[in-house]
């Protein structure tokens, strides 16, 4: 593993910069589609209706099932231009999201804010109790559920276990950036704010109200979401809208401009556990190396990404009124959110409009 990220580590390094896939030519302006929240009913919009490149289809389409990929959907303005399955996945197959849920997490924390159960800036153990960590209380007590949404609690980020034993102090909560899955303590602090266990609040306060799937799964110290690519696909399309679902305000728009926006001054490219692309600079997990440029260049500056293990992706890009969604396995080598493959992805994905 260690290898692995090392050189991954090197790749990106070397990548440098580029043009700015978004001074391409825009996508033509219509207006936005919600699918019904029932049904299969989905309208879509046809490669030549926007003009695209026919002849780039394919060649995506080849890299796709030849990086073991099982899903792969694009919207635009809501509506599917492309939607394709691989290896024996369907529309109808559950996936797990791995870390791209963790936005789902962010979201949560989002809602509950605004509906007054909870305050991000406030301490994680006004919610949980004292000693849900081995650090001493002043020390415990400087951890906001803010810093767990920007991945800067100070925790030892050596382990992913969330037992007490295991959140050992590494630095003051704030001072350090380090992909931790102790974020995964805000579920508890959303149960414990809103009364509800965590999947029945999710399921009432966002699943439902967007016609979504799936459900959670505790696989280890990981609470997981599994879903289909098109319960994925309209997440991304809420976020695409600011949280806004056709009419319904389902996540208020301040708290996500904070959400896709830097977090911290640490790692740039890092928002409330969204990736953000197009910053001068960024941090990776398990390395406290600062890259400079965008984390992938051959995307669009202003996209911000779901990304969890194995490669699956949710990328979110306003200028071009754009959602894609990738399941699978991993692409190459297993890792944790980023991979070399989200450049080449992007490299065949921007032939289509260019």
Known sequence: MTKTILSFLTILFLAGCSSDPTEQTPIETQSMYFPPSTGNTWETKSISDLKWNQ?????????????NSKSFIILVNGRIVMENYFNGHSATTNWYWASAGKT???????????????????????????GWTSETIEKENLITCKHLLTMTSGLDDSTDDVDPT??????????????????????????????QSWENYFNAKLRDKIGMNGNWVQLGVNSVYTSTSRSMARFGLLMLNKGKWDN?????????????????????????????????????????????????????????????????????????N???????????????????????LWEKISALYQ
């Open 55 to 67: 002849n780039a289809v394919q060649p995506l389409l080849d890299y796709l099932e030849l990086k």
């Open 104 to 130: 789902l997490t962010s979201t949560m924390t989002g809602i509950a804010q605004q509906e007054g159960l909870l305050n991000i800036n406030n301490k994680v153990s006004q919610y949980i109790g004292t």
């Open 166 to 195: 295991s959140l050992i102090y590494k630095a003051d909560a704030g001072s350090r950036w380090a992909y931790h899955n102790v974020y995964v303590k805000l579920q508890d602090v959303v149960a414990a704010a809103s009364g």
């Open 248 to 320: 319904t305000q389902i996540l208020n728009e301040t708290y996500f401009n904070e959400a896709t926006t830097t977090s911290q001054n640490i790692n740039l490219g890092y928002g409330y556990l969204w990736w953000l692309n197009g910053k001068a600079s960024y941090h990776l997990p398990q390395s406290q190396l600062t890259f400079p440029g965008s984390i992938i260049p051959t995307a669009p500056n202003d996209m911000f990404m779901a990304l969890g293990k194995n490669d699956q992706k949710i990328y979110v890009v306003p200028s071009k």
């Open 322 to 344: 754009m959602v894609i969604i990738r399941m699978g396995d991993a692409a190459d080598d297993v890792n944790l959110a980023l991979s070399d493959f989200d450049e080449t």
